[in-house]
């Protein structure tokens, strides 16, 4: 069965930068898409960046556009979300996650990895 793990978070301060990577157990059809979401406790699941496994359309949340980038290597079926300028309320848990429709809505990922927490000081 396909998995996700996420890796690359921590605590940094405000204006820094972090990478979080995605790697799957199983290579992505080549319809798949593949997406960034974050949550804190209380909140719903927030949508952060999304891109298609076979690479491009890349889309963001408008949080988020001009300081993250969504990348992969396909060769590592590895995902990638570098942050850069990050502000305190990019403070959450991040997810990866996998769809095979391309949309910024949670409930259509079937496939999660567990999570990495980011936090961001002031």
């Known amino acids: 069965q396909a998995q996700l793990e996420e890796s690359g978070g921590g605590s940094v301060q405000a204006g820094g930068s972090l990478r979080l990577s995605c790697a799957a157990s199983?290579?992505?059809?080549?319809?798949?898409?593949e997406a960034w979401f974050r949550q804190v406790p209380g909140k719903e699941r927030e949508f952060v960046a999304l891109?298609?496994?076979?690479?491009?359309?890349?889309f963001y949340a408008d949080s988020v556009k001009g300081r993250f980038t969504i990348s992969r290597d396909n060769p590592r079926n590895t995902v990638y979300l570098q942050m850069n300028n990050l502000k305190p309320e990019d403070t959450a848990v991040y997810y990866c996650?996998?769809?095979?429709?391309?949309?910024?809505?949670?409930?259509?990922?079937?496939?999660w990895g567990p999570g990495t927490q980011v936090i961001v000081a002031s």
């Open positions: 996650a996998r769809a095979t429709e391309y949309t910024s809505n949670p409930s259509a990922y079937d496939l």
């Open positions: 199983v290579r992505p059809f080549s319809r798949s898409v």
């Open positions: 891109m298609r496994s076979r690479g491009g359309s890349e």
